[in-house]
């Protein structure tokens, strides 16, 4: 449990990592860095092979080559561990529980300690009442910090989308991560949205509640060279530039990449910084 409780984020590290499906290469000798307290952002067109790489880093995909380290110890993930070894992720889309209110499903989020007496409260067990306002306590704090703790008793289902996504991100918060894996964190959002949830991302890394670094998987250039310290550019499986948000944007390989087409600007629309 030592590594959710530290103050800075944890270094994740892909050294050398190929995934193959059958004949199809969809990772090729892909290597990046998340520094503790980064946000590293992966972008790429379709097929790019984004989604795996986040798979990779979740477990639910085995590199067929090279490996991965955390804090700089070999690190073979599993679903079911992350939390424990202090990583929190959101998924594409929004993954709530729809017969949990707002609340309930932040609170459900935390880590086995925490959540156990709130699950003994869901199945009318003994337990702690003062665990269990703790932990309510935290997960209000954790939906005004993201400016949605006015739908606290709602049903998700009756929610607008962005709200939905800002109820997962706190849900992933709650467990007070030291690397946070976001995929898609813009997807099906308004160019609006996407700027608030910009300000939002950008200062996770040094919350007061827990640092985390982050990674980022995203099809919004916009969102990514507004909030990344650092990007990683997918093609056909195979890193073909990275490096500071400017510095990737003028690539002409990049610009070759994305689309076939012109890069959008970081203070394009949405962006608001
Ligand atoms: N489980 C799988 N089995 C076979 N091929 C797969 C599998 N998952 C992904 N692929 C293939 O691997 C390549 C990379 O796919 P991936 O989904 O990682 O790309 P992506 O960058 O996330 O694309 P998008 O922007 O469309 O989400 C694609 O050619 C895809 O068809
Ligand atoms: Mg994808």
């Known amino acids: 449990m030592s590594a959710s409780s530290g103050t800075n984020g944890i270094e994740l590290a892909l050294h050398h990592v190929g995934v193959r499906f ?16 980064g946000i590293v952002g992966v972008i790429g067109p379709n097929g790019a092979g984004k989604t795996t790489l986040f798979n990779v880093v979740c477990g639910f995909v085995a590199p067929t080559s090279g490996g991965l380290t955390l804090d700089g110890e070999p690190f073979r993930p599993r679903p079911h561990r992350l939390t424990r070894l202090g990583i929190a992720r959101t998924l594409q889309g929004v993954g709530l529980f729809q017969g949990l209110t707002v609340l309930e499903n ?4 935390a880590n086995h300690a925490a959540r156990a007496g709130f699950a003994a409260a869901l199945f009318g067990l003994p337990r702690s009442d003062r665990d269990e306002r703790r932990l309510r306590r ?28 800002r109820v997962a991100l706190a849900r992933a918060l709650i467990a007070r991560p030291r690397l946070l894996l976001l995929d898609e964190p813009a997807g099906g959002l308004s160019a609006e949205d996407i700027a608030e949830l910009a300000d939002l991302i950008r200062a996770l890394p040094g919350r007061a509640d827990g640092a985390c670094s982050i990674m980022l998987v995203e099809h919004h250039m ?44 970081a203070t394009g629309p949405g962006v608001g910084s």
Do not use: N, W
């Open 222 to 265: 916009d969102l990514v060279m507004s909030v990344c310290h650092e990007i990683v550019v997918l093609d056909f499986g195979k890193v073909i530039a990275s490096g500071a948000p400017e510095q990737v944007r003028g690539d002409p390989l990049v610009t070759e990449a994305y689309l076939g087409a012109e890069v959008p600007a």
């Open 138 to 165: 935290q997960a209000l704090d954790l939906l005004a910090e993201l400016g949605v703790a006015q739908h606290a008793a709602a049903a998700p289902a009756t929610l607008p989308y962005a709200v939905r996504k």
């Open 22 to 37: 059958g004949g199809l290469i969809a990772l090729d000798d892909v290597s990046l860095r998340v520094p503790p307290g």
């Open 106 to 109: 932040v609170m459900a989020g």
